[in-house]
C-alpha cells in the first residue's frame, strides 16, 4: 500500500472480496509465557476468526454509505480498512482520494498536547500543508465551540469536548472521503444540530462518505445508500429506508426469539447450554466464526450484548468500542 | 483540492508486502515524507516530559549531573577511589549512556504508547521511534553543552581539539541505538514483557560498561579481573558496543588515565577502527530492525 495510483477512475472506494483476520493469537495479554505454552500445546493454539469475510463493493462518487449492523457485526473494522489503517487480510481494497479518518471522535490524539496543538498534529498526521491547517485553525476552534479548553491539555477535556474537537476537526480538511464512526456521540443537542448541518455541506463536497451509526435516523437522513453487515458480510445493499427496516425487523427478531428462550429456560424447557444454538439456528446468520480447537475464546463467559446472537466470540481481541 | 502532498492521495492496500529491500525504500520514503509529523511528535514528546514538572527542561541538564553527584559520593566516600579529575572522568561517559538509556525506555513503549492513534488514522508508524529518538537527540544535545563548560572551565588541562570528534561519536550511537530502538518498538507490540526486560539488561549493561570504570583505570587489578573473566569474558567486554564509545566519548574529552592511575594525558582522538566497524554493524543493525518494524507493521492496528 502507499503507492500513488493516480489515473482517473469513476468510484471513489472499491473492495473485492476483502476479508480481514484477526489472529487471537497476539492480544493485548500475550505474554511470552503464553507463547511457551502454545508452543507446548499447539492444539490449543492457532485460533484466529474473520472480521470481515468476502466484502465486494463499490462507492460511486456523490453516494455517502451508510453501515449498520449489530455489535461485533465488523463495521468499525470495515471503516478501518478503508482507511488503510488494517490491511485486509484477502482481498483488495482501492480507495480514490484523501481520507479523513477520525474514527473514534472521542478519543483525541495526544493527551498532553492543548486543542490547538491536536489540531496540528492531526493536520500532520493526515498529511494537511501546514499553511492550510493555520488557514483552518480558527473555523475548527470556532465550530468546536469548547471556549478556554481549547488551549488545555485534552487530558482535561469532558468526552463531549473531546467529540465536538474531533469532529470539527474530522469535518474541517476538506477530505475527499470522509469516514466517521458513531457520530451521535458527538456532544449535546445544540451540536448535533450544528454538525447535521456540517455533515450535509461535506455530503455536497466530498467524493463519498461512510457513516457507521447506531443512530438509523442518520443514516436514513444522511446516506443515499445503506449496507447491512452481520458477521463481517454484506447481507442487505440498497436504498437506506429499507436497509434499515431490514435491520430493524431482524434485530427485532432476534431480541423476540431471545426472550423467548430465556423464559424457556427459566421455566426449564430449555437448557442453558443450548441456548446459543437454538437462537442461532432461529436467526440464520451466516457462519463466519472460525475457532480451531476449543478454549475460553470461544467459550461462553461473556453474556452476548443486546441484538447479538453469536456471543462472545465476535468481540475482536481490540474490542470494537461502541459506547 | 488541497495541497497535500505527504500522504497519498490514493492508495490501494492488499495482504501483499513488498520484499525487505521494498521495505527499506519505503521507510526511507515514509520518513523523509513526513518530517512535519516527526517534528510534531517530537515537540509532543518534549512537552509531555516538561509538563509535569516545575523545572521542565531543565531537568535534561540537572539529571545527569545528580546522577553524576550520586555515583561520585558513592564512589570516592564509599569506596575510595582515586581517578584524577572523576567528576570529568565520570560525566564524560555517564552522559552518553544517559542518553542511550532514556532512547531505549522511551523507544520500547513509542508504539504501543500511541494506541490511539494507531487506531484512528493511517500513517507509517515508523515515525514513532524514530520521533521518540529525535526528542532524546534534543535533550543530549544540551548535556553535551553542559559537558563542555564543565571541560573547558573547571578542567582545562583535559581539554584539546580533539572534542571535536564529539560528533563523529554520537552519530555512531544514534545509529546503534536507531537499530536497537526499531527492533525492540516492534516487537513490545506483541510481547510487553520486552519492555520490562529491556530496563533490566539496561541497567546491567551498564555496570558492565565502562561508565564507573574504564579499562585503563582498573589497570593493577586488571590482570586480576582478565584471569575471572578468560579471554571471551575479556573479549565481550571490551568489544561491547558501549565499552567502544564510551571509552571514545571519555578519550576526547577526559583523556586516558596513567597506568599508576595518578595522572592523566589530556584528551585524544578515539581509535578509529573500532568506531568504524562498531558504525557497519550499526547500519546493518537499522536495516534488519527497519525490516521487522516494517514486517511487523500491518498487525500493529489489530494486536493494540
Known sequence: MGQDTTRPRDYAIEARGVGVRYSLRFTKKTSIRRTFARLLHPERGERSFWALRELSFRLDPGESLGVIGPNGAGKSTLLQVLAGIIQPSEGVVEVHGHVSTLLHLQAGFDQDLSGRGNIHLAGALLGIDHRLMEEREESIVEFADIGAFIDAPLRTYSSGMRAKLGFSIATAVDPDILLLDEVLQTGDEAFREKSQQRIREVLTAAKAVVLVSHDMSWITDFCNRAILLEKGRIVADGPPEEVVALHVEKSENRRSVRRAVMEDMRTGKVAPKRRRSIIEAATKGPSRVEVAGSGEVAGTSEAPPQGETAGASEAPPRGESHP | ?304
Open chain 2, 1 to 304: 483540492m488541497q495541497t497535500a502532498t505527504e500522504a497519498p492521495a490514493s492508495f490501494r492496500s492488499s495482504a501483499l508486502r513488498p520484499g525487505p529491500l521494498g521495505l527499506i525504500r519505503e521507510a526511507v520514503g515514509e520518513i523523509l515524507r513526513r518530517q512535519r509529523l516527526i517534528r510534531h511528535l517530537m515537540n509532543a514528546e518534549v512537552k509531555r516530559k516538561g509538563a509535569d514538572t516545575v523545572l521542565g527542561n531543565v531537568w535534561w541538564v540537572l539529571d545527569p549531573v545528580i546522577q553524576m553527584g550520586a555515583y561520585l559520593i558513592l564512589l570516592t566516600v564509599i569506596f575510595q577511589r582515586a581517578t584524577p579529575d572523576f567528576p570529568l572522568f565520570l560525566f564524560a561517559a555517564i552522559l552518553p549512556w544517559k542518553w542511550f538509556a532514556s532512547s531505549m525506555s522511551g523507544a520500547v513503549n513509542a508504539v504501543v504508547r500511541q494506541e490511539r492513534l494507531i487506531k484512528q488514522v493511517q500513517f507509517p508508524k515508523i515515525v514513532l521511534p524514530v520521533s521518540a529518538l529525535a526528542a532524546e537527540v534534543l535533550s543530549f544535545f544540551f548535556g553535551v553543552l553542559l559537558l563542555l563548560a564543565v571541560l573547558f572551565l573547571m578542567f582545562p588541562a583535559h581539554a584539546t581539539i580533539n572534542v571535536l570528534w564529539l560528533p563523529v561519536i554520537a552519530a555512531v550511537q544514534l545509529t546503534f541505538t536507531l537499530g536497537l530502538a526499531l527492533m525492540v518498538s516492534a516487537v513490545n507490540v506483541f510481547y510487553r514483557d520486552l519492555g520490562i526486560l529491556t530496563g533490566h539488561l539496561i541497567r546491567l549493561w551498564f555496570f558492565l560498561s565502562p561508565t564507573l570504570w574504564s579499562f585503563d583505570s582498573t589497570v593493577g587489578r586488571f590482570d586480576a579481573i582478565a584471569r575471572a573473566l578468560g579471554p571471551t569474558g575479556l573479549a565481550i567486554l571490551r568489544y561491547n558496543p558501549f565499552a567502544i564509545l564510551l571509552t571514545a566519548y571519555r578519550e576526547v574529552t577526559y583523556g586516558q588515565v596513567d597506568v599508576a592511575g595518578t595522572g592523566f594525558t589530556p584528551g585524544q582522538a578515539p581509535d578509529l577502527v573500532l568506531l568504524g566497524m562498531l558504525f557497519l554493524v550499526s547500519l546493518g543493525m537499522v536495516l534488519l530492525g527497519t525490516i521487522i518494524f516494517k514486517r511487523l507493521e500491518p498487525a500493529f492496528a489489530k494486536v493494540l
